[in-house]
T-cell receptor, first 117, second 110 residues
């Protein structure tokens, strides 16, 4: 158990709909990351928050948005869903914002399976 | 886009044998990490090697890093059925945007 909690575990929704994925980081971790894993794209970094502020942005679509709340939990909002958005969405957390040479181990949750039909 | 590229894409060996997976990357890095993912589960951090390190051990795992060749290898010795999983390398720069490769699917046959 990594200590990162994601809900829901599975979600089936129709095209055009909007869903919210929730993540609670490990106790004490200030950084939250969102990743998307699909068969054709592999693991894609979406976005990172550190202590409530956006820190880094990856391949996140404009239809997607995220935020980190004062209690450090994070939500990923996916709207106007398309079939291609079906994927496993991971939340991860770490203590630090930057890795530097010392590294900054990132701990992953079990993911939220999203199926768009 | 992927930074790390694992090789081979799939590997099937007998239990007890050693498994070696390779990872190549394109840009300079601060560190490189290896993760394991059981089917449909989250990624589990295995080991981190810094750019100024050449080799690191953790139990049955041995990781090497050659920054001149921009490559790393993960060796699992005395493999077990429970090692069956996908293995990913991930490179981290200063902004800690871990960039993952496509992974190596390792199957350990009993």
């Amino acid at each position: 158990d990594s200590g990162v909690t994601q809900t829901p575990k599975h979600l089936i929704t129709a095209t055009g709909q909007r869903v919210t994925l929730r993540c609670s980081p490990r106790s004490g971790d200030l950084s939250v990351y969102w990743y998307q894993q699909s068969l054709d794209q592999g693991l894609q970094f979406l976005i990172q928050y550190y202590n409530g502020e956006e820190r880094a942005k990856g391949n996140i679509l404009e239809r997607f948005s995220a935020q980190q709340f004062p209690d450090l939990h994070s939500e990923l909002n996916l709207s106007s869903l398309e079939l291609g958005d079906s994927a496993l969405y991971f939340c991860a957390s770490s203590a630090l914002a930057f890795s530097g040479t010392g590294g900054n181990t990132i701990y992953f949750g079990e993911g939220s399976w999203l199926t768009v039909v | 886009s992927q930074q790390g590229e694992e090789d081979p894409q799939a590997l099937s060996i007998q239990e007890g044998e050693n498994a070696t997976m390779n990872c190549s990357y394109k840009t300079s890095i601060n560190n490189l990490q290896w993760y394991r993912q059981n089917s449909g589960r989250g990624l589990v951090h295995l080991i981190l090697i810094r750019s100024n390190e050449r080799e690191k051990h953790s139990g049955r795992l041995r990781v090497t890093l050659d920054t001149s060749k921009k490559s790393s290898s993960l060796l699992i010795t005395a493999s077990r059925a429970a090692d069956t999983a996908s293995y990913f390398c991930a490179t981290g720069g200063g902004a800690q945007k871990l960039v993952f490769g496509q992974g190596t699917r390792l199957t350990i046959n009993p």
